[in-house]
T-cell receptor
Framework: AQSVTQLDSQVPVFEEAPVELRCNYSSSVSVYLFWYVQYPNQGLQLLLKYLSGSTLVESINGFEAEFNKSQTSFHLRKPSVHISDTAEYFCAVILNTGFQKLVFGTGTRLLVSP | KAGVTQTPRYLIKTRGQQVTLSCSPISGHRSVSWYQQTPGQGLQFLFEYFSETQRNKGNFPGRFSGRQFSNSRSEMNVSTLELGDSALYLC?????????????FGQGTRLTVV
């Protein structure tokens, strides 16, 4: 069975500093990879996804993630964070089986302070 | 274009009661998935419906059930509520229900069992 590991439950960082949120996955079959963000009392919003092609994917708000097949990782990075980036971030995988069934990591709370 | 709508947003029920939650997907989307989010277990897949058929089910007891109507709207039902069923229930819809299509999440229904 597939699984997703987010080792950091909480990452405190100062505004304008760089940040990396780590995600590792385990699966015996090919997967698609996603990062979702959740603001307080809200649902999940897709931040970015890797389906195929270039291993570096970017979002419109400055986040990027790189798919590394050999290390089975999909770490999320941002070179300079804003206060408004404070939220919980979830890494997720979906098996290439044809069904919509996301398997989520436990989440990383990003705390950006001034 | 309206997003995924979940009703109600908040719900308080007594142990032993049953509850029905509703999800209206984005217009044209045929796949609806349900997830349970709790502090202890994180985000867990409940089930997925496509064209009124349940295609996949997570590891939840039979007290959790769902259905999808011909207009793609979906309901989930939990019978004989337990305190541990207190959670945020999230619904997601996607256009084709395939793994390479984005899932859009609603804001969730927060269920509290007392």
């Amino acid at each position: 069975a597939q699984s997703v590991t987010q080792l950091d439950s909480q990452v405190p960082v100062f505004e304008e500093a760089p940040v990396e949120l780590r995600c590792n996955y385990s699966s015996s079959v090919s997967v698609y990879l996603f990062w979702y963000v959740q603001y307080p009392n809200q649902g999940l919003q897709l931040l970015l996804k890797y389906l195929s092609g270039s291993t570096l994917v970017e979002s419109i708000n400055g986040f990027e993630a790189e798919f590394n097949k050999s290390q089975t990782s999909f770490h999320l990075r941002k070179p300079s964070v804003h206060i408004s980036d404070t939220a919980e971030y979830f890494c997720a995988v979906i098996l290439n089986t044809g069904f919509q069934k996301l398997v989520f990591g436990t989440g990383t709370r990003l705390l950006v302070s001034p | 274009k309206a997003g995924v709508t979940q009703t109600p947003r908040y719900l308080i029920k007594t142990r032993g009661q049953q509850v029905t939650l509703s999800c209206s997907p984005i217009s044209g989307h045929r796949s609806v998935s349900w997830y349970q989010q709790t502090p202890g277990q994180g985000l867990q897949f409940l089930f997925e419906y496509f064209s009124e058929t349940q295609r996949n089910k997570g590891n939840f007891p039979g007290r959790f059930s769902g259905r999808q109507f011909s207009n793609s709207r979906s309901e989930m039902n939990v019978s004989t509520l337990e305190l541990g069923d207190s959670a945020l229930y999230l619904c997601a819809s996607s256009l084709a229900g395939t793994t390479n299509t984005e899932a859009f999440f609603g804001q969730g229904t927060r269920l509290t069992v007392v």
